[in-house]
């Protein structure tokens, strides 16, 4: 897979503890930064939008 990287809301701290995420023209994979080595998740890059798409609508309801 591509380079990896953490999420942008990863600070100082605690940043070691978020998910990573490597993407391809094609597809997303995510792995626990704490333990990269372990198995990861792959998904369809249009899959992967859709959920975050999700994500952002059900943080946004009052």
Do not use: Q
Request: a positive charge.
């Amino acid at each position: 897979m591509g380079n990896w990287r953490k999420s942008s809301y990863s600070g100082p701290g605690d940043g070691n503890e978020c998910v990573e995420i490597a993407t391809t023209r094609t597809r997303v994979a995510i792995r626990d930064s704490k333990i990269p080595a372990h198995r990861t998740l792959t998904f369809p890059a249009p899959a992967f939008t859709t959920f975050l798409e999700a994500v952002k609508k059900r943080d946004m309801a009052p």
